[in-house]
């Protein structure tokens, strides 16, 4: 009785898929644990490839950012095998701050780009405040008819993991090192930045992220602004980049942008103005970005940093 029961939970189980780009890259643990205590089935997309690439490409909107296209290609992979998409509508950051407007429209962007009108979870989240992400998952929760009980749990241990894990990256042992800005998904997407890490790292070129800057230490870099950033990663790159360079604790910047992105054309300009002469290379990707020119301007940069420490 019992094996006809679990063949049965087998057969009918629901599948949820989670395209693996923009704030997956942030969120992953806690994402990863609260799906497997609950033992919900979920489908990941693997690491963004070219197929992935081309796919966001052919279904996202022509001037979108090249994140939003791979985002929509990580959708498209998974759209025949789930039988709900997971895409949060990000209204709010933590401590309150803003995100792009795009992710607002998210849901909206992708449904129409892959033609999915059934099947994927939508709700507004509002990161701030920790009532919001409760009432957030419990509605997915009734969707998948999970009891309100086990949601919690699992929530619980999602934020411990997520608390646990360590953010961002404090290379040691490295000829020079360099702050690298930028948002989370193009930091650590190896397939839209081409490798830039590992790239880095063969010049003897070692990097610290902003996560490794307390919020503290940004928070008194943005304190004598006219007027307080209004968006998450203009405020962390910028009062990362500030402090590290007051702090001589890094022999450049390097700053990875989305091609099209306004925050951080403010944040890259903001950053620029406000350190005075220091060597800051502005990499720009998008999905015609060709790898030997990254190379060539890599190769350039690790040159002067190495000019600079000679003389
Ligand atoms: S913040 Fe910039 S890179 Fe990120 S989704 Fe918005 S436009 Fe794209």
């Not at 759209?79 to 429209?105: A, H, T």
């Not at 957030?136 to 949601?151: A, F, P, T």
């Not at 490798?195 to 800057?213: A, C, F, M, P, Q």
Request: proline share 3%.
């Amino acid at each position: 009785m019992n094996l006809i029961l679990l063949k049965l939970k087998e057969v009918f189980s629901i599948k949820v898929g989670i395209p693996g780009g923009l704030l997956y890259y942030r969120y992953e643990t806690f994402i990863n644990t609260f799906l497997e205590e609950l033992e919900i089935e979920s489908i990941f997309s693997t690491e963004t490839n070219k197929e992935i690439l081309d796919m966001g490409v052919s279904c996202c909107v022509n001037d979108a950012c090249l994140p939003m296209k791979i985002f929509h290609g990580h959708a498209a992979a998974l759209n025949e095998k789930c039988d709900y998409l997971l895409i949060p509508r990000i209204m709010k950051c933590e401590n309150s701050e803003s995100i792009c407007p795009k992710f607002c429209g998210l849901p909206e962007m992708v449904m129409s780009g892959i033609k999915r009108k059934e099947g994927v979870i939508t709700y507004p989240l509002y990161l701030n405040r920790n009532k919001e992400i409760k009432h957030y998952l419990r509605k997915i929760g009734k969707d998948l008819e999970i009891q309100e009980n086990k949601i919690m749990a699992a929530y619980k241990k999602a934020v411990n993991n997520h608390k646990l894990q360590i953010q961002g990256i404090k290379d040691q042992g490295y000829r020079f090192t360099i702050f690298l800005g930028g948002h989370p998904y193009n930091l650590y997407d190896r397939f839209a930045n081409m490798n830039l890490i590992h790239k880095l790292h063969s010049y003897g070129i070692g990097v610290i992220t902003e996560e490794r800057v307390s919020d503290n230490e940004k928070e008194a870099e943005i304190k004598p602004l006219m007027k307080k950033p209004y968006w998450l990663f203009y405020k962390n790159n910028y009062g990362a980049g500030k402090y590290l360079v007051k702090d001589q604790g890094i022999d450049g910047i390097i700053y990875i942008s989305s091609f099209s992105c306004g925050i951080d054309s403010i944040t890259i300009e903001m950053l620029k103005n406000d350190i005075g002469e220091f060597p800051f290379l502005i990499l720009k990707i998008d999905e015609h970005s060709g790898e030997a020119g990254i190379d060539t301007r890599i190769e350039a940069f690790a040159d002067m940093l190495e000019r600079r420490k000679l003389h």
